[in-house]
């Protein structure tokens, strides 16, 4: 089993639909929590980021992590055209110099 | 504020050929990274520097070789390039090697071996 599996899609959804995406781990010990977002041909940049359990919101975007599910999801409210992405996830444990293992990513098209 | 800074942005190359890959980030930041990217592979580590002067293997290590010129500069070479290095090369940095830390990416080098 891998350590982290995200589904790669694509999703294809129509302007102001609710997104989630998903992604689940094995690692108990992972704690720290991050989602990146990859335009085509870019670098990813870090979209949000939580530390155990709980919700994070930030503007349309919300968070989640599920550790007794060992489950994550990224929301995005009211989707637009320029959040057509790449969005992966990544996560980490406490321990000092632990890598950060990332998921392959979910290719997401939102559609005017 | 650049951020990091990847050269050059594109690169082809004949197999055996050598070449480096160039990295700076001027965040302050005390770790830096290099990374591939390949479809269905997602991100795979080569190589990290957790401070200036340190260097170590990632996941992928083989057929290259990285410097840690300065605080600034992590440098990546591919001696003798081979197809199979192909892909898609990202440097990182972060404040520290602490798993907290995130990771601040460059835009990339895209680099075929023909």
């Known amino acids: 089993q891998k350590e982290v599996e995200q589904d790669p899609g694509p999703l294809s959804v129509p302007e102001g639909a609710i997104v989630s995406l998903n992604c689940t781990y094995s690692n108990s010990a992972f704690q720290y929590f991050m989602w990146y977002r990859q335009y085509s041909r870019k670098g990813p940049e870090l979209l949000m980021y939580t530390y155990s359990s709980g919700n994070k919101e930030d503007g349309r975007f919300t968070a989640q992590v599920d550790k007794s599910s060992k489950y994550i999801s990224l929301f995005i409210r009211d989707s637009q055209p320029s959040d057509s992405a790449t969005y992966l996830c990544?996560?980490?444990?406490?321990?000092?110099?632990?890598?950060?293992?990332f998921g392959k990513g979910t290719t997401l098209s939102v559609s005017s | 504020n650049a951020g990091v800074t990847q050269t050059p942005k594109f690169q082809v190359l004949k197999t055996g050929q050598s070449m480096t890959l160039q990295c700076a980030q001027d965040?302050?930041?005390?770790?830096m990274y290099w990374y591939r990217q390949d479809p269905g592979m997602g991100l795979r580590l080569i190589y990290y520097?957790?401070?200036?002067?340190?260097?170590d293997k990632g996941e992928v290590p083989n057929g290259y070789n990285v410097s840690r010129l300065n605080k600034r500069e992590f440098s990546l070479r591919l001696e003798s390039a081979a197809p199979s290095q192909t892909s898609v090369y990202f440097c990182?940095?972060?404040?520290?090697?602490?798993?907290?830390?995130?990771?601040?990416f460059g835009n990339g080098t895209r680099l075929t071996v023909t």
């Open positions: 990182a940095s972060s404040v520290d090697r602490a798993s907290s830390s995130p990771l601040h």
């Open positions: 965040m302050n930041h005390n770790s």
């Open positions: 520097s957790a401070s200036e002067g340190t260097t």
């Open positions: 990544a996560m980490s444990g406490n321990q000092a110099g632990t890598a950060l293992i």
